[in-house]
């Protein structure tokens, strides 16, 4: 049989058996073994009840009405095994008797393959089936042309019942999810006469399902083999940590002579202890992690294969219990933790003083909770997810207090898309009193990379992340290269990493255009419900969640920003703490926080990303937008006091205020060489360096609001009274 190039290799024969697949059932595990074979593994077992264990995998199957012919006949396999049987008696050396006269004695050897017939025919018999009209056209094999010989596919024969084993299976039960012969139906479906149809008619269908089945697991096994292998990393870890501790341990009871030795064995002990229960709980993780993923591995391509068949009673014979089969595995890794619920760490708290008659209590093994990587944080530098090829770029990391030799444990790495890795460099510590570091990385190539700072290998709080590598850029000779029109007023603009650019319109919708300029959909509509805008103003991409604030109706929604389905919102009417009058631009810290200008309040107020109020950061004036530089300084444009306010990174303590001929300042933006990018109501893009001198000033713009930087530093301007967002 033609076999297609995407499926895997079917064992056609029996693992308990060895012989190839006779009247082959699958177990729901997903094994398959032969009818007499299942037999005699039950007989194994026990021979009364109606359960019995897989004879692969030891999964305990309840049989259907207590009877192995409940189980599910698997016509895959059979078709499979059968074709392979006639493949290698075609291509042996022995000799094959004709099929049509070998119930006679003088039966001659076969010298052809009736592929039609499935018959075997010698010369005489062959030249009867030439001169026969209904089998002239029959497609013969010659058996003398062994080595070269390919056997096309086998033409499609139904399954025989194995009730009524001259019955074939033509009829699916839908209520049953088998296929049934008619025999069947008046007695064990009577009942289920309206859930009946011709099994054909229902092939494309398991098709569909088994191919929705392999996509809903493209999730599993990624994540799934990935937290494997951080947790075999962290066996390793483990083993390391034990040597070293187990190595102090030994020095330290060198100098104490004899009199230790007890206590050093015994501390040697407890430290075994630690690591056998951190192994075992490591191993116990791992195997039920190892397990699903040689579940759905073994069903997604049980279902490839089978999604490929043309044969529409194979797929049907088992598509329905792979299906349910992978189901069970995605639902079962939804629910699995995919973090290790253990750390590596073994340390000793050893001491050399004087000791007598508290020798037998001297030293202890025990886990430092220092190294508890949500200890550490990345404090600042994430809220620009930008950097500039071959240019530094730096973190800050928040220390928990008194590390001793913790510090030693902290990693940073630079991982781009292609999964090469460059090393981060460390600086540890630069500021002893606030307990902080430095991480630094310069990257060498343009595009996506991934930061990940590790404590022993386990990522601390922000980490890893994800960082947009550009080329370096001359703002000094900025050009226009695309406008989006948009269609009625637009205030806001935000662009995605795919591309995308967003763009809010007094129409009362979010607009989306591809990178080439084409609309492509709307996210909203005219209303005050969910997901609808009364006037939506300012926007806000954090990885794919879409923040939209709203002038009118004065609060901030947030959808997918991928599909557009709502998630949620948070504020309403007022000037309490969590609400708003007209609020205007957004930004985020890169720590979880959200900014929103909230203009007629003339504040700054933070909330978690679901909306969790946080904090007020009080202005000086009308605030219409935010952003946060890479040293987590929050600037502030406020429009009545034509100024830039910038304040400390908890939003306390107001800094100083850039004053740069600014006309009622309306959009402010931050690049990752600290560029500050303002647009004012007088029609200009004001670009500054990080020292805040003029590098360029864009001129004839139509009331100019929102700013937004893609991933290529290129500059979006909303450009309000032309209805269009400007690229340069």
Known sequence: MAENKNSISVSVTCVVCSEYYTDPLMLPCLHSFCKKCILKAKEKQGGAGPSLKCPSCDTGIDLPDGKIEGLTQNLWFEHESKEASIKKKICSNEAIWCGKCSANDSSDAAIV?????????????????????????????????????ELPAMKHEEGYCMRHTDQKLIYYCNNCEKLVCPNCLPIHHNSHMDKIEDYIDLGETARKALRQSVASCDEVVPPVTEAIANGEKMLQQIAKSKEDASKEIKERFEKLKAVLDERCNDLLMET???????????????DGFRKLVKQVSYGCQLASSLSERTDPGEVLSVGKLITNQLEKSVKEYKKLPLEIEENDAILTCLH????????????????????????????????????????????????????????????ASLIKSDKSKEEGRIVLPVDTDNNTAIVSCTPQNIGQYELSVTVRGQHIKGSPYQLSVKASRDYTTLTNQRSFDVGNNTPGVAVHTNGEVFASSRDRFVRVFSEDGAAVRRIGSKGNGNGQFGYPWGLLLVRDRLYVSDRDLNRVQYFSATTGQYHGQFGSYGHENGKFSSPRGMSTDGKGNILVADYNNKRVQVFKENGTFVQVILCDGNATDVAVDNEGKIHVATDDKHHVQVFSSNGKISLYTQVENFNSPNGIAIDDEGRIFVSSNDGYLHVLSSDTKQVKLISGLSVPYGIALDKNGHIYVAEYSSSRIMKY
């Open 352 to 411: 050399v003083p004087t000791l007598s008659n508290e020798i037998k209590k001297f030293g202890s093994v025990f886990e430092i909770e220092q190294l508890d990587p949500s200890l550490y944080s990345i404090d600042s530098g994430l809220a620009i997810p930008l950097a500039t090829v071959k240019k530094e770029k730096k973190f800050h990391v928040a220390l928990p207090a008194g590390i001793g030799k913790a510090e030693s444990y902290l990693k």
């Open 113 to 149: 393959y009736c592929h039609d017939c499935g018959q075997f025919l010698c010369d005489h018999c062959k030249k009867i089936h030439s001169r026969n009209k209904k089998e002239a056209n029959h497609k013969l094999i010659n058996l003398q042309a062994k080595e070269s010989i």
């Open 272 to 286: 075994e202890e630690i690591a056998s229960v951190k192994k075992n709980s490591v191993e116990k993780q791992l």
